[in-house]
């Protein structure tokens, strides 16, 4: 299985912007979809961005036009651009592939104040 490893959360203002990364180990990366999953408090862990290439990529409607998936298969990891990010986008995120998770990271910590 692969071991995924995120970075780049933190602290913002609403209104301000993130990039996220996560990078996977193994050699399968670029032949499965990448997924960013995000798990706010009390509440179940949710797809938020898809992608295996450029035109199939995904976006949950809570995020549709502020984020941006991406991904180098070379450097084996994937990105997220958030922007315009509100309180509403407070939570651990995570990657994944798709369809079949498998085992998942420690995530990194987004927290946006108001």
């Known amino acids: 299985q692969a071991q995924f490893v995120e970075s780049g959360g933190g602290l913002v203002q609403a209104g301000g912007s993130l990039r996220l990364s996560c990078t996977a180990s193994?050699?399968?990366?670029?032949?499965?979809?990448i997924g960013w999953y995000r798990q706010a408090p009390g509440k179940q862990r949710e797809l938020v961005a898809s992608?295996?290439?450029?035109?199939?990529?995904n976006y949950a409607d809570s995020v549709k036009g502020r984020f941006t998936i991406s991904r180098d298969n070379v450097k084996k990891t994937a990105y997220l651009q958030m922007t315009s990010l509100t309180p509403e986008d407070t939570a651990v995120y995570y990657c994944?592939?798709?369809?079949?998770?498998?085992?998942w990271g420690q995530g990194t910590q987004v927290t946006v104040s108001s």
């Open positions: 994944n592939f798709l369809p079949a998770p498998d085992s």
């Open positions: 193994g050699s399968i990366f670029r032949f499965k979809t």
């Open positions: 992608m295996l290439t450029i035109s199939t990529s």
